[in-house]
């Protein structure tokens, strides 16, 4: 399990990478498996690298 500081790094460097609208630096931060709802519990729901990718990319620009 992540330790607090680990969790704390992890969040911020999600924060930077997206208000420097750097999809691909933020795709990276996730493993490939990961799978994103958006907003939670809805039926928009993004999974591998390539589609997280692409999905940051249209919501950053």
Partial sequence: MATEEQMRFAMQ??????????????AGLFDGNVRIEDPVGSTMIVEGYAAIDEFYRRVSR
């Fill in 13 to 26: 460097a999600y924060i930077d990478r997206f208000n420097a609208c750097d999809a691909e630096g933020l």
